[in-house]
Every structure is written in structure tokens, then in C-alpha cells.
């Protein structure tokens, strides 16, 4: 990687020669019926060669994906394109697609002032950091909901639907407290997170202690360390201690990845669904079971799925929007 | 059913312990917090530099610089560090080229309040994004549109286009790449797409 130097050396001058070649890449990706290994170790080979590369290389990425992410907000277009339509026309109409989109409208305001309490939420695929007045911060997930409402005496935060990593600036009198399905997290001066499936609650502590129990009765109290991961369900809490690493790599969507380890097929697809994009189908059982391990960025369905087509044989499907992996 | 062991998923190693830096999440970092910069750099350096044929190697060379210093730590604000890097940067050019161009100098010290300005809030980039891409796809010449919004927004197969567009599977290639390159400078590198809506 000597790509520069102190002494202000210059990088060869061709960066628009480089960005033809990665963006040649990038297209020929997406018009190959298929990827071959030796085609991505060429791929590796050029990107490994300079730093100029993989930057030009992530550029071009990086703009296909954020196109994709928004052809994810689109209204499902059933009609064929049919050979005899007007270029224009079809063009109108997947205007008017995102136009709806645009409509059903995004991410609400940040208002915290408001005592009723105040909704805010992401999209499949959106993230937001928030800062509340009490200098708090809640960084939101994909596909999340939450109502935050600070008063005079409480300061109290309801999860709706999602994931969210808390940051609390502690107040002995005025506590935080998190709701989330019929559970409630107290704030003791802490950083956790929470996430929310249909049948339980997971609390992760990194910092601090909180106090998790029943919302209704303030039964079954359990006192979290850093380190202690939570599954609560409508009957039980069971608590877990996990490593710092594997916390770590629990959070990383607020670094833009997904760490697997030893995952099973079926549920990284799920994982990546979360976020939008193109939708990950796994088709057969026996491709549901392989597994893998590996860090993908959250927008790295695609990458994902040509990755597991080069080391398993998968076979990999392109169709309206979803990507379908079988044996 | 497989019974695993480690296939080496992704480019890194899984093993990898403690506070190691992966390549996708300088990636990520670079995606998220650098190239949103772009419009704000390319306008930097355009005013600081005058042969404009250096721009596109400029920039790159600093994408380099920045990205290679985040294998090593991931700054903890981009804006400043990018920035800083793009002074330096240019500094180092004048010396060794031997010109002091007036403007720059006094416009690289009026940068340090630039940099404290704060981004647009992320519920109007939110809103804004859609809008903003259909200006771009708008902008495209209209064969690179075409195979582009069949494969982004319909999913449709590098052949599936070619025999639609009734041309050759490298001529859809040629139209992506063209495609791709132009949205990359419309979505990053041009102002006009900073400014706030109304």
C-alpha cells in the first residue's frame, strides 16, 4: 500500500482511468448470468493492487446501492414491461412509484419538547441517531418505532417495534425508563440495547446497570452488568453473560455491518431483510442450513449473495427485486 | 446438512479478536461518513485549485489518504479529518509545484469555520433522497437510463435487458458503467444537490 507518501508523491495521474475500470467491474457484476471464481479472484487481485483501486471500486458501490435501497421503497410493479411500451411512459410510471413513496412519508420529525410524547421512526434500511435534551442519545435500527416523552419528574421511552441502542444521561430523580411489549428496562445510569421480535424482548448491557421487569407488576426483576444479555419472554427472563466481542459484533449495525458467526443461511437472509434492499430468499432447506461466518455492510445483500453462490455452488436468482438462493 | 468449519465468509478473518479495524467496516465508515463529503470537497477544491484536469486525481488521492489512515484508526469525526487531509494535501502540491496561488491560501484558513458548519438534519436528507435520485436518473442520457432503471428498479438480467433493448449484452454493460459513473458524480460530487430544499 504505497499508494502516498509525506512527501506529497503523487498517486498515478489517472484516476478517471481507474474509475472507468472499477465501474467496468462493478457493471460486468451485474450482467454476468454468472460469477466465476476465477472472475472475483481477478476482482480481488486489481482491488488488492492499490488503495486507489478499492476506493474508486467502493465509490461506484456505494452508488449502486444506495439506488438499490431506494428501488426497495418502490410499489411492487407487476405489469410486464412489455416490448411495445414507450420508454417514456414506463419511466413515468416508476416516477410515480417513488413519488408514492415519498408520500407514505419517511421519518417523522425530532421534537422533543411536545408532553404527549413524541413518535419517531425509521424506514427499512434508515438509521437515525437522536439527541434529546437531556443530552441522552437513542440510536435507532432499521424498520424501528419509538415514542419518547421527557417531562419534569420522568423520562420515559416506549418501544414500539425495532431495535435501539440507549445512552442514558443518568438522573437519580428522574429515572429512565424503557417500555418495550410488556417489559420495562430502569435506567440506573447505563448503555444498552434493545431489540424486539414477535415473541420476546433481547437486552443487551454494556455499560452500567439497569433494572429489567414486568412493566405491569415489577415482578420477575432482574439487575443487569455490563456484559449481561437478556431474553425476556411473556413468562421468563433468562440472562446470559457474553463476551465483549460478541457484544460488540451484536451492535454492529451501528457501525453499518453485520457480523455472522457460525449463522445459519436462512437467518443472515432474515438479517439483511431487515434493512430493505433486494430480498434474500433462501429456497430449499438444505441451502437454509449452511452456514457461514463474515462481516457484510448492511447494504451488502447482493455481495452476500454472490459470495455464497462463489463458496457453496448456491444457485442465485434474480426476480422482481429478490435475489433467491437455492441448492 | 454442512457441518461447518470456518469457510473463511466474507474478507476478513472471522477470528480476528479485540479492537481490529475489518475492511467492511472501514468501508462502511467510508460510505457513510466520507462520501457524503464529496459535494463539499469537489467545491473546495475547485476553488483552491486552479488546473481543474488535477481535480479528479486530487480527490482521489485523498480518498486514499483518508481511507488509509482509517485502517490504522477510524477518526472520530470525518468532516475535519477529510478535510484537514485535503489541505495538507493541497499544501504539499503548491510547495512542490512551486506556485502559491493567492485564493487558496486565504481560502484554506476561512476552511476552519467551514468544517464546523453543521450538516442538513437527517429527516430532510431522508425526504430528500428519493427526490434526489430521480433528478439524477433524469439527467442520464436516455439508453444509459433505460438499462439502468430495468436492472435497479426492475431486476431484470444483463440478457433479459439486451434483448429488450435489442442490443448486445456489452452494450448494457457500456450503458451501466456510463450509468453508474454519472450517478456517482451526480449523487456525491455535485453542489447543487447539497442544498437544502425549500
Given amino acids: 500500500m504505497s499508494v502516498s507518501n509525506e512527501t506529497g508523491g503523487l498517486v498515478p495521474q489517472d484516476a478517471m482511468r481507474i474509475e472507468d475500470i472499477a465501474a467496468d467491474w462493478s457493471a460486468l457484476r451485474r450482467v454476468s448470468e454468472t460469477w466465476t471464481p476465477t472472475q472475483q479472484a481477478e476482482l480481488d487481485a486489481w482491488l488488492a493492487q492499490s488503495l486507489a483501486h478499492r476506493v474508486a471500486y467502493l465509490r461506484i458501490e456505494a452508488t449502486w446501492q444506495r439506488t438499490e435501497r431506494l428501488a426497495a421503497l418502490r410499489q411492487p410493479m407487476r405489469e410486464p414491461v412489455d416490448g411495445g411500451s414507450v420508454p417514456g411512459a414506463r419511466w413515468a410510471r416508476i416516477a410515480a412509484a417513488i413519488g408514492f413513496a415519498l408520500l407514505t412519508g419517511v421519518i417523522a420529525g425530532s421534537y422533543f419538547d411536545q408532553p404527549q410524547g413524541q413518535l419517531i421512526e425509521t424506514p427499512k434500511g434508515g438509521q437515525e441517531k437522536l439527541t434529546l435534551a437531556d443530552g441522552s442519545q437513542i440510536e435507532l435500527n432499521t424498520d424501528t418505532a419509538i415514542r419518547i416523552n421527557l417531562a419534569s419528574q420522568t423520562r420515559a421511552a416506549e418501544l414500539i417495534r425495532g431495535e435501539a441502542f440507549f445512552q442514558i444521561k443518568h438522573d437519580a430523580t428522574r429515572p429512565f425508563v424503557v417500555t418495550a411489549a410488556r417489559h420495562r428496562i430502569v435506567d440506573l445510569g447505563t448503555k444498552f440495547a434493545v431489540r424486539m421480535a414477535p415473541q420476546s424482548l433481547r437486552v443487551a448491557l454494556v455499560e452500567g446497570s439497569a433494572r429489567l421487569e414486568d412493566a405491569k407488576t415489577g415482578k420477575r426483576a432482574v439487575v443487569l452488568s455490563p456484559g449481561d444479555v437478556a431474553m425476556a419472554t411473556a413468562d421468563a427472563t433468562h440472562v446470559s453473560k457474553t463476551s465483549e466481542r460478541e457484544l460488540s459484533e451484536s451492535l454492529a449495525w451501528q457501525r453499518g455491518v453485520i457480523v455472522f458467526r457460525n449463522t445459519q443461511l436462512v437467518d443472515a437472509a432474515a438479517e439483511f431483510n431487515r434493512y430493505g434492499g433486494p430480498k434474500l430468499i433462501v429456497a430449499d432447506a438444505e441451502a437454509a442450513n449452511l452456514r457461514i461466518n463474515g462481516t457484510f455492510l448492511i447494504t451488502g445483500a447482493a455481495d452476500f449473495a454472490g459470495i455464497a453462490r462463489e463458496i457453496f455452488g448456491l444457485h442465485v436468482e434474480r426476480r422482481d427485486g429478490s435475489i433467491i438462493l437455492s441448492r | ?198
Fill in chain 2, 1 to 198: 446438512m454442512t457441518k461447518n468449519t470456518e469457510p473463511g465468509f466474507g474478507d476478513v478473518d472471522p477470528r480476528a479478536q479485540g479492537a481490529v479495524i475489518t475492511a467492511p467496516e472501514v468501508d462502511a465508515w467510508f460510505v457513510r461518513e466520507v462520501l457524503p463529503l464529496e459535494a463539499a470537497l469537489m467545491q473546495f477544491l475547485q476553488h483552491n485549485w486552479r488546473n481543474k484536469s488535477d481535480i479528479a486525481d486530487l480527490r482521489q488521492d485523498i480518498y486514499v489518504r483518508v481511507y488509509e489512515s482509517a485502517l490504522r484508526e477510524i477518526p472520530g469525526s470525518a468532516k475535519p479529518f477529510v478535510f484537514t487531509t485535503a489541505r495538507n494535501l493541497l499544501i504539499t502540491r503548491m510547495r512542490h509545484e512551486q506556485i502559491v496561488p493567492f485564493e487558496a491560501v486565504s481560502d484554506i484558513e476561512a476552511l476552519e469555520t467551514a468544517i464546523d458548519e453543521p450538516g442538513p438534519d437527517s429527516t430532510v436528507i431522508a425526504r430528500d433522497e428519493l427526490r434526489r435520485l430521480q433528478t439524477a436518473l433524469d439527467q442520464l442520457p436516455p439508453r444509459a437510463r433505460e438499462a439502468f432503471v430495468l436492472r435497479q428498479v426492475h431486476g431484470l438480467s444483463g440478457r433479459e435487458i439486451a434483448t429488450r433493448m435489442g442490443v448486445a449484452e456489452v452494450t448494457v454493460k457500456y450503458h451501466l458503467k456510463e450509468a453508474s459513473r454519472l450517478l456517482a458524480n451526480l449523487l456525491y460530487s455535485e453542489h447543487a444537490n447539497v442544498r437544502r430544499p425549500q
